[in-house]
């Protein structure tokens, strides 16, 4: 039995996308998760709904990719999301390792593959983002495999979802966990 709390993608992915609108990026586009015990159609209707008061539209929700790309005048934002559920402790390493791999595959140093409809954007900073529940086990994989100079070098910000508040805590490539 695990004693690890269960902490939904989706309310990652929420609170990820709140994030990015309070820093003036705009999300255009939400990649759904999609798994063993995850209602697709109750998610999108949920981040539908959470996210009317931002009025953020349109958004394009796709099912696979970066689970949340967003652009200002001056940031252009891609970020991935994981939840937490009642895994083992390798599952955990296993899923952040999958998590880490995917944003580090997104990385670009310029903003050349733009929807035509944001090209006015193209001279936006490219951010990565990695979202995360902010709990002891994603924590300690943090401080061992991902080093302050990856994250300078990438420009990799890791956005901690805090349970209690339902926000996130932004942890800057400049910043210490």
Avoid at 119 to 130: C, D, H, I, N
Avoid at 151 to 168: A, M, V
């Amino acid at each position: 039995m695990s004693t690890y709390q269960i902490i939904p993608e989706i309310d990652v992915l929420v609170a990820t996308t709140k994030y990015l609108v309070e820093r003036h990026v705009k999300p255009y586009k939400i990649s759904i998760p999609k798994g063993k015990g995850i209602d697709y159609e109750s998610d999108h209707y949920q981040i539908f709904w959470k996210l009317i008061p931002y009025n953020i539209r349109p958004i394009h929700f796709e099912p696979t990719g970066q689970d949340i790309i967003g652009i200002s005048k001056t940031e252009w934002w891609q970020v991935e999301c994981k939840g937490s559920g009642e895994g083992k402790k390798s599952t955990y390493r296993t899923n952040f390792d999958r998590a880490l791999a995917s944003v580090v595959s997104y990385y670009e140093e310029n903003t050349k593959d733009l929807p035509k409809e944001y090209k006015q954007y193209k001279s936006a900073k490219p951010y990565l983002g990695l979202a995360l529940p902010s709990s002891p086990t994603y924590l300690r994989q943090l401080e061992k495999r991902v080093r302050q100079s990856l994250r300078k070098r990438l420009n990799l910000w890791i956005l901690l979802y805090e349970h209690e508040t339902k926000s996130i805590k932004a942890v800057s490539p400049e910043d210490c966990y």
